[in-house]
């Protein structure tokens, strides 16, 4: 699988975040997580317009997303709609559902068999929530950070996308491994970052080093090494 097949066949994600409105700065914030792994996530304090009918546009976008995130609180099982949007997305069992707990509260109901995790700290994090869509969409999610790898812009910032794929590397498939590798030994604000090229590359190189392809895994190790570009002609 090279680059432009795997770019080719990411699929454009949209969730449902589901929460009482006194709980709508959590929504907010699992939208923009939602946002970095390249899911639309829709709020309805937020996307509905004052001119909209807001009960169709509701009922309109439980019909379409493919992810549904409930946010499970006190202030959730008080609310008159709500605990509606688990009741009509249930008739979907496509969907995949993933409840997150803002406080005590746990998976009722029709979703009382999908355990609800705690969130930390009082946030919704990027961190909090990959584990979670990582097991329910392995390689969408997988092939979005692959891409963000590509378009790291500062050795932070490379060394930050790298360390999330970290847990990962065993799960890649071939073809995502390969085009990771690939997406590294293009971008210098991967393999030149001290993080990466000491802990995560070597990593990745042990787990994936026969799947990534020969002269890519013969670029990282020269680029790591040596602090400098690989250049195939100089090495034929």
């Known amino acids: 699988m090279g680059s432009a097949e795997l770019h080719g066949s990411l699929q454009k994600m949209s969730a449902f975040v589901s929460y009482s409105h006194e709980d709508r700065k959590y929504a907010g914030q699992a939208k923009g997580v939602l946002g970095t792994f390249g899911i639309d996530g829709f709020l309805a304090h937020e996307d509905i317009h004052v001119s909209h009918d807001w009960r169709d546009r509701i ?36 969907v995949k559902v993933i409840p997150i707990a803002l406080d005590e509260t746990t998976s009722f109901g029709f979703i009382s068999n999908i355990q609800s995790r705690r969130i930390e700290e009082e946030e919704v994090t990027s961190d909090f929530l990959l584990p979670a869509l990582v097991h329910t969409f392995p390689r969408i999610i997988f092939r979005h950070l692959i891409d963000l790898v590509n378009t790291a812009a500062t050795f932070r910032n490379g060394e930050a996308r790298l360390k999330r794929l970290l847990p990962y590397f065993a799960d890649l498939t071939p073809g995502e491994a390969k085009v990771l590798a690939e997406n590294c030994v293009k971008n210098p604000q991967i393999w030149d970052a001290m993080r990466c090229r000491e802990t995560y590359l070597p990593e990745f190189i042990r787990i994936q080093g026969k799947n990534m392809g020969a002269e890519n895994r013969r670029a990282l190790q020269y680029q790591i090494t040596t602090h400098d570009l690989y250049r195939p002609e100089e090495h034929e």
């Open 59 to 94: 009922i309109e976008e439980l019909k379409r997303c493919d992810l549904f995130l409930a946010l499970l609180s006190k202030n959730f099982l008080a609310s008159k709609w709500a605990p509606q949007e688990i009741g009509f997305i249930v008739s979907r069992p496509e």
